[in-house]
């Protein structure tokens, strides 16, 4: 586990200025308190954890397995989620990190199989402790504690429900943070539905559209079918994203993509995809650290960084297509501007 003291903090809030395009808004309270004061929170809860039965159907892999009798399915994790680490994120997006950082909860384990995970040893291979609802939510409290701005579950797709059992634990012992789901979107439309109305902020990170593609590099050849249907509803269920007058998240959508190498088609289909569907009013993130990882061993044509003339060119796709509210910290970063 990975904690950060109060003056590593206060060191860090020194360089995290908010660069977010704001929106003012009033801090408001998250949107699960009122499920929880109304005991749907609880309910909700409860349903969720019967997907997790034979077969579970927590994700769209839809396993035969039996994970509330601690059957492991493909996601390689049974009855608790596992957790790789929980800390304040400085890394995240300015809007999210604040100053005090985002409290992320590294979930192990994952619903698909991309050979170029950039956190592989965490997805593929497994590395975590296991978390049971009052271990989960006692993290939660932690980071509270801590005085990270929100609550950033990364990884969440198939322990929804583990995720769930634990919330209502958190809120009985005060926990008042905005929740984010940081997710690859292949999510089941049961959990978004259970997840609506509890999620503030949805992060998606829309990969690669093609079948093939998919098929090849995530594990699935109808992820972008699922995916962008998923984006859709969170969208439907969140907005466009909100910034409260400090200029932090409070409510709505942000979208991720991770520039590949040789795949700037991949890229300009996706952002093809958030300009006509979405809307140019999303916020997008285009993030340039891809790095060769996982198995690209095997794959010797994404087995590269991606050049610096990839990463300009698919911030002029953006800027072709009208998206206009491209996260500024990684433009700078990515592009090497003051």
Known sequence: MRLYSRSTIAREATSASLECSTVAMSAGAPSYLALYRSGELAERAARALELLAAPCRVCPRECSVDRLADEPG?????????????????????????????????????????????????????????????????????????GCHNINWVTPEHVVPQILEALPIAVDAGLRLPIVYNTSAYDSPD???LMGGIVDVYMPDLKLVGSERTRRYLGKREYFEVASRNVLEMQRQVGDLILDERGLAQRGLIVRHLVMPGLLDETEAVLRFVAEHLGPGTYVNLMGQYYP??????????????????????YEIADELGLRRLDERSRRQTLGVA
């Not at 995240?92 to 990190?97: A, D, H, I, K, S």
């Not at 604040?98 to 997805?123: E, H, K, M, P, Y």
């Open 74 to 146: 493909l996601c390689r994790i049974g009855r608790y989620a596992l957790v790789a680490s929980h800390f304040p994120h400085f890394g995240e997006e300015n809007c999210l990190r604040g100053w005090n950082g985002s409290g992320t909860i590294f979930f192990a384990g994952c619903n698909l199989r991309c050979v170029f995970c950039q956190n592989f040893d965490v997805s593929w291979k497994v590395q975590g402790r296991e978390a049971p609802p009052a271990r989960l939510a006692a993290m939660m409290l932690e980071l509270q504690e801590i």
């Open 191 to 193: 959990s978004l539905s």
């Open 293 to 314: 990882a996982g198995k690209t061993e095997r794959h010797p044509e994404i087995d590269r960084h991606p050049h610096a003339e990839e990463l300009v060119r698919a």
